[in-house]
């Protein structure tokens, strides 16, 4: 058709070179509008050619056909071909099933054969954090999705207050100008004075147009990177400069038959004011610099740090149900499927990002952030702890895991945590107050290593969508092992060890065979017969100096 319309005149042929010069420039300029598609051609690539080659072949059948009635059954046949697949592959979920063993495959596995220890325990739960932050900003603000990185030194909550989507104006014209940083170890962070830090980004989660983080990056993406790559969450950070950076996550799709969401790297967006230079930036190559996962380890800031999505984390811990095998998952087996347990007041799903220390154990993993999963048995009535997952948060090609089930511990899951919780308060408002975000919380205690689960109390009102921020929350810690609930006070960190001994310490001591030496190992004994012959002694010399005080009193 194209050929006939040129062959017309020099006009035709001005209008076909015209419209394809405008054709390619929008494909250019425009390839952050149409990239999801091309990322659904790269995701179900397997799919789309076997219906296109089924399609190709049952339509030269049908338009051969003798007859009505064999068009019919041709028709009747690519009906049932669709409607098969359809129900195999999105209702039964086994294209879900053949991607998760992709993953299985490809996963470096590492068994643990014990837990490492828990540091910088986070109070505050994420919703509490997010509406705390918002009772902190103005009308046409919002904050971004808060994120646990690593700042400096300690464990931090970072969010950038950029413009709010319901105001396109200022979406449009306005620059994301703060980020708060919050203390994650507090039990009442601060987001005012040094915690609200200036500056500017002229890109950002919730600007609109070129100047959205997603579109940036996707401009950025070479012709191969744009079918297998996508923009992920958002992180705020310093780089080792000491500047603040964004550092976008991306998922890199993988593989042929069924393909599977990997780590793909970081694209690092730079500060800077929203200009003329940085618009022609954006609109024809993007914006940020792209790392690849090989190529993490030579920037510091980056290392034990958390940049994975959790798309990916999710994913990799699911696919431990093949433990057991390829047809393991399957419903006439299934003996050591696992899921992950999502509970519906959390709000917050897993993982739970936690600060593991794994010195003096035989691994060579790194003492530094990671993805948490409690796994537990698929069927709902089965809650006990089958698995403790660890997920390097930067990315680091490995999967940490200790099986709680093959050495028969018997821990209680994060499902029944919340009736445990419930049960030992019972003085409680349950209906506003739920428990949320259990949490690993491992520590050298009575005499051995010893795992508790722990839970911040977040008020929830009934009109509310969001949980309400407590500046003093209450806290609870449940043995998984014993299954007592110890509530602790917030304010005092350093005296939660002694709480826990001294609900459990004689309980331990029985149950275990204990000596007085493994559970309080730090204890000072006192000799009773001693002192109470110094207090004798005391109390002795005491009188007598009365007696002497008032027989001179008496003489004078």
Known sequence: MIKSYWKRGKKQRRIVVIGGIILILLLFFLRDDYQPALLFVRKYIFIILICALFLGFTITKFRSAPSAGRRLLIMLGIIAFFATLWFFGAKMQLYAYMQTYNVFKNLDKVEIHELPLTRNERIQPYNNIVTMAYESIGETQEVSPPQLVRVDSSNQWTMAVQPSKEYTWQRISDNTEEIFVVESTSPFPRFSGENRVPVIFSIGESLAFSRNTYNAVVQRFNIFQLFTMEPSEVFYMKNDEGKWVQVVSLIKWKGFFFPYPSYGGVMIIDPGEHDTMDYLERITIGKGTYIPPDEIKNYPFLTKQNTLAEKISRLQAESLQFL?????????????????????????????VTDFNFAGMETDAYSGLYHWFGLEPVGEERTSLSFSVMIPADGTDKLYYYNHAAKKEGLAGVSAMPLKVIESRKEYDWNVNKPVEFRPFVKEIGGRKRMFVFCTIAAKRDDSKKFDGSATPDLALVDTEYRDVVWIDAKHPSQWESAILEQLGETWKASENLSDEDIWPNRIEIDLDEFKQMDSLSAGSISEELIEAVMDSINN
Do not use: C, R, S, Y
């Not at 390829?326 to 897993?350: G, R, Y």
């Open 324 to 352: 057991g095998g390829f047809t393991d998952p399957l419903p006439w087996n299934m003996e050591t499927a696992v899921k992950i347990p999502d509970l519906k007041d959390d709000e917050n799903m897993q993982p739970f």
